[in-house]
């Protein structure tokens, strides 16, 4: 018998649909449920791709005997994350709060009041490692609940009025300058790993606001020092098992320091941000490997990730079938040298183990191994390894897929359609543009729809029951910026501004502070409000972003004055933790740099549009179009004739113009090229 969750458009929601626990989804039903039976709630947070999730779901929810109890005893209620990042967030900090760590899966009981007094995140079937077993977790909780009422309120209550002091009063004193950007980067350079590129040690995540914000500093500084640091981590990653050797696009982290072996769920955002990172280092360096990197992560991203709408699915699962028929973590990906020679021959094969470091002991599990660019077999024939890629490739796809999470996440779209829209200006791939706008129309059509608010996922071409949170309206906005700048179209440029003004309405506060949900949102036990970048750029920073981007476009000062409010954070946090405020760190680059405005009266695709997409320039807004209509479509273009009929660009900043130029390569020399 299928449960509640059958309903939903969640692909994680719908993989627990037939478990026999009696799962509801997060409703105000569920929580007037618990409080006429007078039972807890157990909120069982996870993601569609999540490994662990998977594994407690096969042990403890598909488990008659454990359902059994929990359905007398609990109201079970399930969350996806990736819907629900209010929720999770809430819930997550006060996880971290008790117990100094967390993650997903991520279980957690509350009262009816949906207010936490137990925690925990993975538990086992049986007790092992000091760890109890669900089941006497279960138990634990029943006797708490039935004899010590008074101290589980007490509990409660302790949390949440905890989690109600925390609240960020304002977003600091004024806007980050100089010298907060340079302990940023001192900061930075202190935990850098100058062995192997990174930061930090294991497990290691692909650092991609932080290089963003390490190009921009170049770019506005000259700092050898931060160009090094950016293209080094990339080129350790490009060659690194966290990046896929044969399909390009890029796992989640790598479980180790050197980028060996990832955790191999492949992520849509990583994809987005990492795509875009490498396209700004080639307009940084040149370097043919960052373009190479670019192009295969889009062309990734657009060959896994695209669905039948046009939009692009959340993620694809670390685990799929090996040839036995379990389900095994990277059996997709992973090589050993048998395999190799029953695809490739003992030539070929041998060729292929010393290039792609594959060894007879495996540097995975069970001998397998994880391909990466070994870098020990000098000079190669390209020709020969574009053969063997291809072979292996074609290969692979013969293997069981890993399984996609096809929900649209906004936010994460916006990131995609930014990336895809300059990677294909820089590389003049058309297709990828097109992908974008695709991508950009189906946000609009679907996601923002009828209510002219914006959803946060859909599933084929469904809207889902979840309003935006900020991250979404922040991303969406910097996705739409991106492509009015490549496109030329202004409609783009109208549809940010329409997001940022729901910013400016729905989720600023006193003082600059930014809030991650809507003024009218559901009201949680805390309203959720975090500034720092993690796996993704913060809704804080990302507004901050798109508002700055957005004003400099237009002249409004509003917009720019609430992107300023935001920055305060990013001039508290930035000297303090470098590595969890990267996006904020370069949107402070764009502030500093004016940001740029550049002006191309002339066609869009030509020669001066073209230059001015490849400015270095942090931040730097671009708008270009002909003809009398086009001051219509971009403010910047209003006024700004061709000079002698020669399609001519016009830069500003603080409010001061250079003059005009029909020349390409004065244009370069202006945005830092």
Not at 110 to 120: N, W
Not at 329 to 353: C, H, I, S
Not at 385 to 392: N, Q
Request: aromatic share 8%; hydrophobic share 40%.
């Amino acid at each position: 018998m299928a449960n509640r969750l059958a309903q939903t458009t969640s692909p994680y929601l719908l993989q627990h649909a037939d478990n026999p626990v009696d799962w509801w989804p997060w409703s105000p039903e569920a929580f007037e449920e618990a409080r006429k039976r007078d039972v807890p709630v157990l909120l069982s947070v996870g993601y569609a791709s999540c490994h662990w999730c998977h594994v407690m779901a096969h042990e403890s929810f598909e488990d008659e005997t454990v359902a059994a109890y929990l359905n007398a005893h609990f109201v079970p209620v399930k969350v996806d994350r990736e819907e629900r990042p209010d929720v999770d967030a809430v819930y997550m900090e006060a996880v971290q709060a008790a117990t100094g760590h967390g993650g997903w899966p991520m279980t957690v009981f509350l009262t009816a009041d949906a207010e936490p007094f137990y925690f925990g995140t993975y538990f086992p079937p049986e007790a092992r490692h000091g760890s109890p077993s669900f089941q006497q977790v279960l138990e634990g909780v029943v006797a708490a609940w039935t004899d010590r009422r008074d101290e589980v309120a007490e509990v409660a209550g302790r949390i949440v009025a905890d989690l109600a002091g925390r609240s960020l009063v304002h977003g600091g004193d004024g806007v980050p300058g100089e010298s907060e950007v340079a302990q940023a980067l001192l900061g930075l350079t202190r935990e850098y790993d100058e062995q192997r590129g990174g930061f930090g040690g294991a497990p290691k995540f692909p650092p991609s606001m932080a290089v963003e914000f390490l190009l921009r500093h170049h770019a506005r500084t000259g700092s050898e020092g931060a160009l090094q640091m950016a293209a080094d981590t990339c080129s350790a990653m490009a060659r690194g098992g966290i990046y896929d050797q044969l399909g390009g696009g890029f796992a989640r982290y790598s479980v180790d320091r050197e980028w060996v072996v990832p955790h191999f769920e492949k992520m849509l955002y990583d994809n987005a941000l990492l795509c875009r990172v490498y396209a700004h280092l080639w307009r940084a360096t040149g370097s043919d490997e960052a373009r190479r990197i670019a192009l295969e992560t889009a062309d990734f991203m657009v060959r896994e990730l695209r669905t039948a709408e046009g939009g692009f699915a959340s993620a694809l699962d670390a685990d799929s079938e090996d040839a036995d028929g379990n389900h095994v973590e990277g059996a997709y990906y992973v090589w050993t040298p048998a395999q190799l020679r029953e695809v490739l021959g003992e030539d070929d094969a041998a060729f292929a183990a010393a290039y792609f470091g594959v060894t007879e002991d495996g540097t995975f599990e069970e001998g397998a191994s994880v391909l990466r660019l070994s870098g020990d077999v000098g000079p190669v024939d390209a020709a020969r390894v574009a053969d063997v890629r291809a072979r292996l490739l074609a290969a692979r796809a013969e293997r069981p897929h890993p399984g996609r999470d096809d929900k649209v996440v906004a936010a994460w779209n916006g990131l995609a359609i930014a990336a895809l829209a300059e990677t294909g200006a820089y590389f003049d791939r058309p297709d990828l543009v097109e992908r974008a706008t695709e991508a950009a129309d189906l946000l609009v059509r679907v996601h923002l729809g009828e209510v002219a608010r914006l959803t946060r996922t859909s599933k084929d071409g469904r809207a889902g029951d979840n309003a935006g949170v900020l991250e979404d309206y922040g991303d969406v906005a910097e996705g739409f910026l991106a492509l009015a700048a490549v496109t030329g179209e202004g409609a783009w440029l109208e549809f940010a501004g329409f997001l940022l003004d729901i910013v400016l309405e729905q989720f600023t506060g006193e003082g600059g502070q930014l809030y991650d949900t809507a003024h009218d949102a559901e009201q949680l036990i805390r309203r959720p409000q975090d500034p720092t970048d993690s796996a993704t750029p913060s809704g804080w920073t990302a507004a901050a972003g798109a508002l700055l981007s957005y004003a400099a476009y237009t002249g409004s000062e509003a917009h720019r004055t609430a992107a300023e409010g935001a920055l305060g954070v990013v001039k508290a946090l930035g000297p303090r933790v470098p590595r969890f405020v990267g996006w904020g760190l370069a949107v402070a680059e764009a502030l500093l740099d004016g940001p740029r405005e550049v002006a191309v009266a002339g066609p869009v695709g030509g020669e001066l549009h073209r230059t001015a997409l490849l400015g270095r320039a942090p931040g730097a807004v671009v708008a270009a179009g002909e003809g009398p209509g086009a001051g219509a479509e971009f403010p910047l273009l209003v006024d700004r004739p061709q000079v002698g009929g020669e399609p001519t660009a016009y830069v500003c900043r603080h409010f001061v113009c250079d003059a005009p130029t029909t020349d390409a390569a004065e244009l370069a020399v202006k945005l830092g090229g």
